[in-house]
């Protein structure tokens, strides 16, 4: 069992820049390919940024476009997601996840464990 905790939602103006973190509990952390996803109002929840194990395959959303940064901790058990540029259709529920399996996975049901999610607000 994994327990997983986000942080550093807020608001921020467009342009501004944000970096989430996501602890997890647990001594088998660098075991998890670990993800962050989000959902805005009314829509389903897509896909940011995947990590592997050891940090060293990392997959990104289109969207991104070298906006977004996934890094890893496996000393501190955490996983961060590092936004610049941020934009008004940025503005969501940004959410961690823990994979078992090494995939690099997309969709969201690949993910096992889930965090209860950081609101990230940007304005215009």
């Known amino acids: 069992q994994v327990q997983l905790g986000e942080s550093g939602g807020g608001l921020v103006q467009a342009g501004g820049s944000l970096r989430l973190s996501c602890a997890a509990s647990?001594?088998?952390?660098?075991?998890?390919?670990m993800g962050w996803f989000r959902q805005a109002p009314g829509k389903e929840r897509e896909f940011v940024a995947a990590?592997?194990?050891?940090?060293?395959?990392?997959y990104y959303a289109n969207f991104v476009k070298g906006r977004f940064t996934i890094s890893r901790d496996n000393a501190k058990n955490t996983v961060y997601l590092q936004m610049l540029s941020l934009k008004p259709e940025d503005t969501a529920v940004y959410y961690c996840?823990?994979?078992?399996?090494?995939?690099?996975?997309?969709?969201?049901?690949?993910?096992?464990?889930w965090g209860q999610g950081t609101q990230v607000t940007v304005s215009s």
């Open positions: 996840a823990a994979d078992r399996s090494a995939l690099l996975g997309m969709r969201a049901n690949m993910y096992d464990y």
């Open positions: 647990g001594r088998t952390f660098s075991t998890y390919t």
């Open positions: 990590i592997s194990g050891s940090g060293g395959r990392i």
